[in-house]
Each structure stands twice: as C-alpha cells, then as structure tokens.
C-alpha cells in the first residue's frame, strides 16, 4: 500500500499530512479524516489507515498545528477555531481533494461542521463521529456523566478543580476513570491512542477547550451551531458508542437536525468505536461512502459538482 508523506504551508509554518493508498485519476474519491482534541496528533485514527486496501479509496490524514509531526509554534493567538477551520482548508486546497468526502471525529466534528457550513464546493458527503453540535449541552452531559462516576474519584476531581490544582497527579489519575468508561472502554489503550493522549499540547486544549472535558473554561464554551444544521446539504453519516462521551441523547438531537443523516450507533464503544469496534466501523463507514458515490453516478454526475 502506498503512503505519501508531505507537508502544507500554512500562516508561515508547516502542516505535517499522510496520504495512505494511490490516488488515480478516476478512481474513487479521497476520504479526508479530521481528529480530535483539540491538542491531539490524528494518530488514534490510524485504524482508518486500512480503509485503502479494503476499499480502494486513498485516505488522508494530517497532524493539526501545534500537535504531533506539524509545527509547533509558540504563539498563543494561533490557537483559534479559525485558524484549524482555515487550516483544513488549506491543506484539501493544496492537495487538491476535489471531490472529497470529509471525516470530522470529536473537535474535528466541530471543524468539520464549521468548514460545511461555509458551503464549500467539491464535497461529496460528511462523517460525524462523536460529534458536539453545541459546547454548552456537551458540558451539561458531560458533568451528568462525571456524577456517576465512584464517590471516590468524584471527590478527588472536586477538590482539586475547587484548588485550580488539575496539573496534580491524583487528579490527572481520577480522570483517567472518566476515560476508560467514556473515551476508549479497551483495556489497555492500543498504543495510537497512547501516542495521541500523551502527546496532548495541552496549551491548545486549554485555550480552546478548558480544564477538563466537564469544565469549559475556553473560548469555546459557549459555540453552538444548532442552529444551523437544517443547513447541511450534503449526506452525512453519524457514528458514536452507546458510552459515549457525546452521548446517544445529543446525538440523537443533531441527527434530528440534519436534513439526510442515518446514524450508526455502535454498541460494545465508547467515543473510539474506530478503534473499539475496528472492522465493522470501517465496514459502516466503507459502505456509506460508497452508496453515495453510487448515487451520485446514477444522478449523472457528483453531488459535489453541484
């Protein structure tokens, strides 16, 4: 399987990316895979990495800035939503994916939607995985979640956010438990979720997001496009895990939003059903794609040269 490593330009720094699988003129049409984090490499994704050999269909990952084997600078004002919605952008324009289907998972959902939004041409569909429509519910769900959690381990979480302690050990620990019920339910974690996790630029995380996962405290507490979702014009594939920290709740509100959405809810997952449920994942996502390529060759043409 042939894999193409590169870099984009972008604000004066360097975006690492990966292309796995051949990309041939007339052949099917690259799937562009958003993670998550924010702060995080792409590479607890790499699961996808096999969709290539399965399918045909050349993938594409990249390493947001500040994060795994993209720049990093030390520039605080970088870290923006515009500036990860710009650089997507930057890097389906400079490989010239077009047509493309786009992946967002988690964060990378929320680029995805505000990219989508934006009406861009050239896209022929949308995956959601674990996805957040609306920062404030997500913190609502989430401080639920965290309730059920051991009397123990809730204590700790308490008394070291009511410190402004969160750096300290015992608490990075007590998170941990949050994880291994609501993030990834595989023990151990595969190593690409390892590399990811603690490879964390958690500068990025904070300014973006907060202090936890239950704690926003970032500028982008209070995002919402709820709103907005009656607006997507394209077919968009929702996946998530019935433990999920996007629970089924929110995601069942966003895929009653989104005008032609299925969902796909894995039941044995979490927020990694890429990784917890592997090869059916692949199978769902392969599927979907290749219905709406069917589709848009009956219809004469591309959804996405519309």
Same mark, same amino acid.
């Given at each position: 399987?042939? !894999? %193409?490593?590169?870099? @984009? ?13 051949? &990309? ?8 562009? +895979? ?20 399965? %399918? ?12 795994? &084997? ?6 605080? *004002?970088?870290?923006?939503?515009? %500036? ?31 990219? +989508? ?7 022929? *569909?949308? !995956? ?8 404030? =519910?997500?913190? =609502? ?32 620990? =007590?998170?941990?438990?949050?994880? =291994? ?54 077919? @968009?594939? !929702?996946? *998530? ?9 929110? !995601? ?5 939003? @989104? ?22 994942? &692949? ?18 043409? *591309?959804?996405?040269?519309?």
């Amino acid at each position: 399987m042939s !894999v %193409t490593e590169g870099t @984009v330009p972008f604000r004066g720094h360097r975006t690492w990316y990966r292309v796995v699988g051949a &990309r041939r003129s007339g052949g099917r049409p690259p799937l562009l +895979v958003v993670n998550g984090g924010p702060g995080c490499s792409h590479d607890y994704l790499d699961d996808l990495a096999l969709l290539p050999e399965e %399918t045909g269909r050349p993938v594409v990952f990249y390493d947001q800035l500040g994060c795994g &084997r993209s720049d990093h600078p030390d520039d605080p *004002s970088l870290w923006t939503l515009d %500036t990860f919605v710009g650089e997507l952008a930057a890097v389906r324009e400079t490989l010239r994916l077009d047509p493309v289907h786009l992946l967002g998972h988690s964060w990378g959902s929320q680029l995805a939607l505000e990219y +989508v939004l934006a009406r861009p041409q050239g896209l022929m *569909s949308l !995956v959601l995985g674990g996805p957040i429509a609306s920062a404030p =519910a997500y913190q =609502a769900e989430t401080r639920r979640l965290k309730e059920s959690l051991p009397a123990g381990v809730r204590e700790v979480l308490d008394r070291h956010e009511a410190a402004g302690t969160t750096d300290d050990p015992e608490y990075q620990e =007590a998170c941990l438990a949050f994880y =291994a019920r609501h993030l990834c339910r595989l023990d151990p974690w595969p190593p690409h979720l390892v590399r990811s996790f603690t490879g964390m630029n958690r500068d990025v995380y904070e300014t973006l997001w907060g202090g936890s996962e239950w704690n926003l405290t970032g500028s982008l507490k209070d995002w919402d496009v709820t709103a907005r979702l009656g607006e997507i014009d394209l077919p @968009v594939l !929702v996946t *998530s895990g019935r433990h999920d920290v996007v629970t089924p709740a929110l !995601v069942g509100e966003l895929v009653e939003a @989104v005008p032609d959405a299925r969902w796909t809810l894995f039941e044995q997952s979490s927020h990694l059903p890429s990784a917890e449920e592997p090869e059916r994942y &692949r199978r769902v996502v392969g599927a979907f794609l290749a219905e709406v390529e069917a589709v848009a060759e009956a219809d004469g043409g *591309s959804r996405a040269a519309a």
